[in-house]
């Protein structure tokens, strides 16, 4: 008899736990955050989405600082305040190169040399990888710029589309640049005003244009 007890407030432990643990929550997470951030980036319900994209090259000390010292502690604090799913950060290595594709042969001249080629190549074959997190890209970029000579020890590596994606990148950039003056470019919603705000303070500029169209 009393075996049978335990049994059944056994069972009823059970069945609050598991229904508990299927209602979602409503405090979105850190991880919803990020996957509610995949949606809105191709989303119809976004709220208020600044797209942002960031022109650079990898051996471009101005693009390095911006990198290190602007998007990476700003991208932190986006978490922390539970803005990050209104940013769609998108980053195109590319700059001030040439590119030509004849008869399915890519040729490219960087603005810092062959080195610097091969370097933003790596980066756009990190940057279109979709298993990989914005996170740990950032993570990655941010490693790989700092140091260049250590890039593959931070992870990155060639790919097998590397020259058409280095190539499509330079479409882009042309696309909503035109001529690109100055390295790196950043643009808000294909916009580059406030230039000077987004490069010396872009956590600031940033949370001003979220304020403003929240
Ligand atoms: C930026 O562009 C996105 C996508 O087109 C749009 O949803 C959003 O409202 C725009 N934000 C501002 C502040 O203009
Ligand atoms: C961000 O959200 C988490 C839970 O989702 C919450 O604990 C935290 O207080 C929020 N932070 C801010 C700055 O609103």
């Known amino acids: 008899m009393r075996h049978r007890y335990i049994l059944i407030a056994c069972s009823l432990i059970a069945i609050v ?9 409503s405090e979105p997470s850190p991880e919803t955050d990020e996957l509610f951030k995949g949606t809105l980036s ?5 709220p208020s989405l ?5 022109f650079y090259e990898v ?3 101005d693009s390095k600082y911006f990198i290190v010292k602007q998007l990476y502690p700003a991208w932190t604090k986006f978490k922390m305040m539970n803005v990050s799913h209104l940013t769609d950060i998108q980053l195109i290595p590319f700059g001030k190169a040439h590119a030509q594709m004849q008869k ?3 040729t490219f001249e960087c603005q810092h040399g062959e080195e610097e080629c091969r370097l933003n190549r790596i980066h756009a074959c ?22 260049p000579t250590k890039t593959s020890q931070c992870g990155l590596t060639e790919c097998s589309k ?3 994606l280095l190539y499509e990148n330079g479409i882009l950039q042309k696309a909503d640049l035109g ?15 406030n230039q000077y705000e987004l490069l010396k303070n872009f956590y600031g500029e940033i949370v001003s244009q979220l304020k403003t169209s929240l």
């Open 179 to 193: 001529k690109i003056d100055f390295v790196p470019t950043i643009t808000v919603n294909k916009s580059t005003q």
């Open 126 to 147: 990190l940057i279109d990888d979709k298993l990989i997190t914005f996170d740990t890209k950032l993570e990655m970029i941010k490693c790989s710029i700092s140091n």
């Open 162 to 164: 590397g020259n058409q």
């Open 59 to 61: 051996l471009c000390p």
């Open 104 to 106: 399915g042969e890519y």
């Open 50 to 54: 600044l797209i942002i994209k960031v």
């Open 17 to 25: 736990i598991i229904c508990y643990k299927l209602t979602p929550s």
């Open 42 to 46: 191709v989303g119809k319900s976004a």
